[in-house]
Every structure is written in C-alpha cells, then in structure tokens.
C-alpha cells in the first residue's frame, strides 16, 4: 500500500475509534469494531478505504475470496481533497454489508463464469492426469505432494493428507493425491478468473448522499457504532456480526 494511503486509513480508524491492525496480518482485515447491542458484545470486520476521486479502488486480482470476505465486513470510505502535499478530509460514508451488496453482486457476477468454469474443469481430472502428472505409483509421499500443491498448504495440512500406512510410513493414497491435483488445478485457473481492482462506483456511492451512512465528525466513533448497532438489529444472524464469548 502507498505510504500515503496507509496514513490516510490510519488516521480514519483512530477517528472512528477502531482496532487496527498496522501489519494487516488478521487475513487481510484492516481493523475491527467492537460494539455492545442491547447488552450482547458483537464484533465487526472492517475494510478501510479511502479515495481522492469520486470512485473508490478496492484490490488486485479480485476473486471469490474478496467477494466471500467483503459481504461480511463494514466499509469505512474517507473522501480526500486531491492535494498532492497535504489532503484534506471532506466526508466519510459508512457502509454495511446490506449497502454493498448491489455493487458487490456486479463484481461477482462478472467473475462467477470463469469461477464455475475452473471449478468444472478441476473435477474431471482422473487418476490418468495424476500418473501424467506426478507419476504412476501405488501410494505417493508428502515431497510428492508438496511438489504438486507447492506452498497452498501447511504443514499440519500435508500431514493430515497422509491418509494410508504402509509398512511404518504414513503415506498419501492415489485417491487423496487425486484430490490435490484437483485443488492445484483449482487454483491456478482461479487465478485468472479475476478482475484487476475494481472500483466501487460513483453511481453506488451517491445513494448513500443525505443518509445516514455519511458520517459527519466529531462523534465519528459514535456514528458508525450507532449504524453497527441498527445493523445487528435490523439483521440478526447475519455473518458480519461476530458474537464475542459472553453473548
């Protein structure tokens, strides 16, 4: 990320009073927020954004996981004045999943195809493409997988792979190998099966103009905890909302 995009986002979660995580390291989730409803402690994923244009730019190489992660986060959107050397906040918008949805919906349908498609083609590999590929053999050996899956899986993950023994050796059948060509294969399609940074439209933000998602200072904290808490009410259940243990 820009030096200057980061210190732009930064300075919208202490604003908004949320947990920010510096190295991004909770699998991509910019920062959290914590908020009590009606006595019961929820916790929100949030995406932090912030744009100097009218438009919004989101990620590279945008697939279904994007697509999976943003429908259960808030978006926190900082509008700034394109200045080069000092830009200036001029509004803000808080978005809930339920908002993003329409724009997120056009994102994925223009990917779902090729999704499908790498999904399709995956799943009729059979035991000849394993043999093409990695070699006929009886039973097939963590190396052997790792050559194949490369670096998709954990350690842990290679391990539990070793479905059969034979002798004192854990190994990995031809069927479990099968299914990791297929993962492999998975994967290296869904790699094409993204958009380049989509941007969030001008057109699906201005809806939000004269609501209350435009969040105005100097309660910033207080307003997106309060469009949080009439999320969690309006939706229950929904997946954004995390109910933290005590619940």
Same mark, same amino acid.
């Given at each position: 990320?820009?030096?200057?995009?980061? !210190?732009? #986002?930064? #300075? +919208?979660?202490?604003?908004?009073?949320?947990?920010?995580?510096?190295?991004?390291?909770?699998?991509?989730?910019?920062?959290?927020?914590?908020? !009590? =409803?009606?006595?019961?402690? /929820?916790?929100? #994923? =949030?995406?932090?954004?912030? *744009?100097?244009?009218?438009?919004?730019?989101?990620?590279? @190489? =945008?697939?279904?996981?994007?697509?999976?992660?943003?429908?259960?986060?808030?978006? =926190?959107?900082?509008? /700034? *004045?394109?200045?080069?050397?000092?830009? !200036?906040?001029?509004?803000? +918008?808080? +978005?809930?999943?339920?908002?993003?949805?329409?724009?997120?919906?056009?994102?994925? @349908?223009?990917?779902?195809?090729?999704?499908?498609?790498?999904?399709?083609? *995956?799943?009729?590999?059979?035991?000849?493409?394993?043999?093409?590929?990695?070699?006929?053999?009886?039973?097939?050996?963590?190396?052997?997988?790792?050559? +194949? &899956?490369?670096?998709?899986?954990?350690? #842990?993950?290679?391990?539990?792979?070793?479905?059969?023994?034979?002798?004192?050796?854990?190994?990995?059948?031809?069927?479990?190998?099968? !299914?990791?060509?297929?993962?492999? *294969?998975?994967?290296?399609?869904?790699?094409?099966?993204?958009?380049?940074?989509? &941007?969030?439209?001008?057109?699906?933000?201005?809806?939000? $103009?004269?609501?209350?998602?435009?969040?105005?200072?100097?309660?910033?904290? $207080?307003?997106?905890?309060?469009?949080?808490?009439?999320?969690?009410?309006?939706?229950?259940? &929904?997946?954004?909302?995390?109910?933290?243990?005590?619940?």
């Amino acid at each position: 990320m820009p030096v200057q995009d980061d !210190e732009r #986002e930064r #300075e +919208l979660v202490r604003m908004f009073n949320l947990d920010w995580d510096p190295a991004h390291q909770r699998a991509g989730v910019d920062a959290v927020l914590d908020v !009590e =409803v009606d006595g019961r402690p /929820y916790q929100f #994923e =949030v995406e932090v954004k912030s *744009s100097t244009g009218t438009t919004v730019s989101t990620a590279r @190489d =945008v697939g279904m996981e994007h697509i999976q992660k943003w429908r259960r986060k808030l978006f =926190v959107i900082g509008f /700034y *004045s394109s200045e080069a050397r000092r830009p !200036e906040l001029q509004r803000c +918008l808080c +978005l809930t999943p339920v908002d993003m949805e329409p724009w997120i919906a056009s994102v994925e @349908d223009k990917i779902l195809i090729d999704f499908k498609l790498a999904l399709r083609a *995956s799943r009729r590999l059979v035991l000849k493409d394993l043999f093409d590929v990695c070699g006929q053999q009886v039973t097939y050996s963590v190396e052997d997988a790792k050559r +194949l &899956h490369k670096q998709q899986w954990t350690a #842990e993950e290679y391990a539990a792979a070793q479905d059969i023994v034979v002798g004192s050796e854990r190994r990995i059948s031809r069927k479990k190998m099968l !299914e990791i060509l297929q993962l492999r *294969s998975k994967y290296i399609a869904e790699r094409g099966a993204t958009l380049n940074n989509p &941007h969030v439209t001008k057109t699906h933000l201005d809806t939000f $103009a004269g609501t209350n998602r435009l969040v105005n200072g100097p309660n910033w904290a $207080a307003g997106i905890r309060q469009i949080a808490s009439d999320f969690v009410r309006a939706n229950p259940g &929904h997946p954004a909302a995390i109910a933290l243990p005590g619940a």
